[in-house]
């Protein structure tokens, strides 16, 4: 299964992508949305994470531009963020993703939400 995490932090980019990795996952990492999109075209996968606080087009954009796009709207999209509020929920929603998971997280929990959309798609 491959994975794509965008991210701008590096380092949040390099744990999430070494605990993927360790759970068997191919993972590609994004820095904008941007490259995002452009590696989500040449890839194909199997679903996507977010970070919602990125410079130039923040992670509920992309997620919009994402299930709004032919060839990827049925990616899965799960949102990490350090937002919280019932507002940036609801924000989450109505943009299309598929989850929505507060940093910081519990490793297995960000496991098996993957698990579980992965098979349920």
């Known amino acids: 299964m491959k994975i794509l995490v965008v991210e701008d932090d590096r380092k949040v980019a390099g744990f999430i992508e070494q605990g993927l990795k360790e759970e ?3 993972v590609d990492i994004a820095p904008d949305g941007d490259e995002a999109t452009i590696l989500a075209h040449v890839y194909h996968h199997d679903i ?3 970070d919602v606080m990125m410079p130039n087009m923040d992670g509920y954009e992309l997620c919009r531009e994402i299930k709004s796009d032919a060839q990827l709207k049925d990616v899965p999209v799960i949102l990490l963020t350090s ?9 989450g929603l109505q943009c299309g993703a598929d989850n929505f998971i507060k940093k910081p997280y519990n490793e297995k929990h960000l496991i098996s939400r993957i698990d579980y959309i992965l098979a349920n798609r």
């Open 48 to 50: 996507i994470l977010l």
């Open 24 to 26: 068997g996952y191919v």
């Open 83 to 91: 937002l919280s509020s019932p507002e940036d929920i609801i924000k």
